[in-house]
Nanobody
Framework: QVQLVESEGGLVQPGGSLRLSCAAS????????MGWYRQAPGKQRELVAAIRSGSNTDYRDSVKGRFTISRDNAKNMVFLQMNSLKPEDTAVYYC????????????WGQGTQVTVSS
């Protein structure tokens, strides 16, 4: 069983930056895909970014060029660098992990609030 714990989010002004981190209780080197999802009030949870064991990445269109996902297998951590933040990025952000055969995440973090507002 893997436990995922996100770092604290926060309140950021539009145009600002924030880096989220996710610490895993066990090794993530064998986890095929680590991802970041978000859920805004009244909306469905959506995939923001994912990074796979071969280090290839995927981003939703609205964050391309602004967000960067990375993983450090030696430290069992995943990061999401968020730049040029917009109010529409406001949401609870969740770290996730998925094995290759799973159609959806097998593990979730508890979530961390990110609010972008002036």
């Amino acid at each position: 069983q893997v436990q995922l714990v996100e770092s604290e989010g926060g309140l950021v002004q539009p145009g600002g930056s924030l880096r989220l981190s996710c610490a895993a209780s066990g090794s993530i080197s064998s986890i095929y895909e680590m991802g970041w999802y978000r859920q805004a009030p009244g909306k469905q949870r959506e995939l923001v970014a994912a990074i796979r064991s071969g280090s290839n990445t995927d981003y939703r269109d609205s964050v391309k060029g602004r967000f960067t996902i990375s993983r450090d297998n030696a430290k069992n951590m995943v990061f999401l660098q968020m730049n040029s933040l917009k109010p529409e990025d406001t949401a609870v952000y969740y770290c996730s992990g998925r094995v290759y055969a799973s159609p959806r995440p097998d593990w979730w973090g508890q979530g961390t609030q990110v609010t972008v507002s002036s």
